[in-house]
């Protein structure tokens, strides 16, 4: 956690997760996943320490929602697809 997160602290929970969240959650892991810089790894869409606090949001809505790895890897690949 950067000293940025310490200050802000965990982004708060949904009281009820919703399809809605769960695309948001989904988004939010995919846009802030880690990429291996020299210093470690950073979030790379802007380059803060990873884990960033948006992608854990997004990793404790999904857990909070049971999902497999299967199913989490298919909302994944859903969201990456290309778009007509």
């Not at 602290?9 to 892991?29: I, N, Q, R, S």
């Amino acid at each position: 956690m950067d000293s940025n997160d310490q200050v802000l602290g965990e982004l708060p929970m949904p009281p009820y997760v919703t399809a809605e969240d769960v695309g948001f959650a989904v988004k939010a892991v995919t846009v802030h996943a880690a990429e291996q810089w020299p210093e470690g790894p950073r979030c790379r869409s802007d380059r803060a320490p990873h884990p960033y606090r948006l992608h854990r949001w997004g990793r404790r809505v999904l857990d909070r929602r049971d999902l497999s790895d299967r199913q989490f890897r298919a909302l994944i690949a859903e969201q990456e697809a290309p778009r007509p």
